[in-house]
């Protein structure tokens, strides 16, 4: 099953095409890793399936439907968005942080009790963190926090914007065995955005590659490994990027 299809999208700013001509499907219960050098579209792309950017050319369906710009907060609610810096609330509690795409949803305290537990499991947060505010937690602590907080309404679809990019390599690896846990145990569609192609590998079933707005590339990991044989995945990258220049 498909749980994102992106046919023909098309997105300018100003006249200036940003994203051009993309159809790519992305499937249910499985991560996709959305790489390409910085400015090729990563994030607009992902933007676009929340809404965040309404493509001008093209179709975005998700989850079974194409997106209705009307109503964009009850789908927003059906997917989870993280970013780079976690964007938690400085004033808020970590608690509150986790919490309030619930509490927005008016769920009942017990419901709301028992995700918070699950999700503190998952990703390995202590529960006498959910005190403090996030400027006293670490990176990597504030990362688990964004990435609760984006799971909370158990969502379907997961979009990621580099949300590793600015942990220090230990803590990096870490928050990756994480979410390779996270997604055994709670499986769901992942779109992770990444220019690291050795985490993108690592992470993601499916790879699909942007070069200035245009797809160069989708395939399974398994193919890529296939295709390059004993290659380090950067040079894998600079391959499908240089092949196709
Ligand atoms: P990436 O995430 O791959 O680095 P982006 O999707 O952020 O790339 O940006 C792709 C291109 O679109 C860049 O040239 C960027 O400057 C431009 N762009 C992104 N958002 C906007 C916007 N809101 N208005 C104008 N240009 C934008
Ligand atoms: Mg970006």
Redesign the pocket.
Known sequence: MTAVALDQLGME??G?P?LTDITVSFPEESVTAVI??????????LRSINGL?RPTQGRVEVLGQAIDYERLPALRRRIGYAVQGTGLFPHLSVRSNITLPARLANWEAPRLEARVERLLDLVHLDRELLDRYPFELSGGQQQRAGLARAMILEPALLLLDEPFAALDPLTRLDVHEQLLELQREEPRCILL?THDMREAMKLADQVVV?EQ?RLLETASVEELKARHPNEEPERILLKLLGEQA
Do not use: W
Request: proline share 0%; glycine share 22%; charged share 10%.
């Open positions: 700013f100003a200036t940003v390409g050098r910085s400015g090729s579209g990563k994030s607009t792309l950017v955005v942007l707005g």
